[in-house]
């Protein structure tokens, strides 16, 4: 599989064609990668409890940071990207579970988010860069669960009104 990723790279782009091209965004390579990356277990992007503390200030405020929609800010949520035409490279921010090898969940992120940008985007993905800003607890991940529960419930709410 190596060998047919590694001739594919040297030819050219899938997003340009003789029909036209194709121009992706910032923010879907930032969904794509965000989503990819939280796929590894024991991977949370952002900060733990930073992160759960924003998130329900959003929710609340109604503030948006980071740009995009709304619906795709929880997914890009610590993720920045460079996109050109042909390569993009990406920036992640993530929390790791205690007790976990910092190295192989990075690897392991890292790996799926050049798989999904490079599959699902068709940009060559030159780096991936990976910040760990947090260890949580495994104890932790209630207490985030219930204030992920929280901030849905004051989401719909503000929908309703």
Do not use: C, H, W
Not at 6 to 23: E, F, H, I
Not at 69 to 83: C, L, M, Q, R, T
């Amino acid at each position: 599989m190596t060998e047919q990723s590694s001739s594919s790279r040297t030819q050219g782009s899938p997003l340009k064609t003789d029909l036209g091209t194709t121009t992706i965004s910032t923010t879907v390579v930032q969904q794509i990668a965000g989503i990819a990356a939280q796929e590894v277990e024991k991977v949370q992007m952002g900060g733990s409890t930073s992160a759960a503390v924003g998130g329900f200030l959003q929710s609340v405020t109604g503030t948006v940071t980071g740009g995009g929609s709304s619906g795709g800010s929880n997914f890009s949520k610590g993720v920045s990207a460079e996109v050109g035409e042909e390569e993009a490279a990406i920036d992640l921010t993530m929390t790791i579970e205690y007790g976990q090898s910092i190295p192989q969940l990075t690897e392991a992120a890292r790996r799926n988010v050049i798989n999904r940008v490079e599959s699902l985007v068709g940009l060559r993905v030159n780096e991936v860069n990976i910040t760990v800003v947090d260890v949580q607890v495994p104890e932790e991940r209630p207490m985030l669960g219930q204030q992920e529960e929280v901030e849905q419930q004051a989401r719909q709410q503000e929908q309703r009104a």
